[in-house]
Nanobody, 120 residues
Framework: QVQLVESGGGLVQAGGSLRLSCAAS????????MGWYRQAPGKQRELVAT???????NYADSMKDRFTISRDSAKNTVHLQMISLKPEDTGVYYC??????????????WGQGTQVTVSS
């Protein structure tokens, strides 16, 4: 089994910053891409950013100037640094990871989500 646990969410005023973290644990041989997604109330889940095992990053256009994704492959963790937060950034933030299991099967796992609320 593989578990992803997010942390770092909370309530912040507009213009503030938050740093989210996600740690993967369990039966992991290696991890390919890791990413962050978010879901605002009443909306579909959307991409925030992804990072490959080689460090290549990809961002949603609306967030690339304010959000930075990074990973520590040795610790199987991924982070999301968010600055200049806006009320529209409010939502549940989920991390995911494409995990290569010991049997060499790759499967996508999701965390349980962490709430980010930005007040105006």
């Amino acid at each position: 089994q593989v578990q992803l646990v997010e942390s770092g969410g909370g309530l912040v005023q507009a213009g503030g910053s938050l740093r989210l973290s996600c740690a993967a644990s369990g039966s992991i041989r290696s991890i390919n891409a890791m990413g962050w997604y978010r879901q605002a109330p009443g909306k579909q889940r959307e991409l925030v950013a992804t990072v490959t095992s080689s460090g290549f990053t990809n961002y949603a256009d609306s967030m690339k100037d304010r959000f930075t994704i990074s990973r520590d492959s040795a610790k199987n963790t991924v982070h999301l640094q968010m600055i200049s937060l806006k009320p529209e950034d409010t939502g549940v933030y989920y991390c995911n990871a494409a995990v290569v299991r010991p049997d060499y099967i790759t499967r996508l796992y999701w965390g349980q989500g962490t709430q980010v609320t930005v007040s105006s």
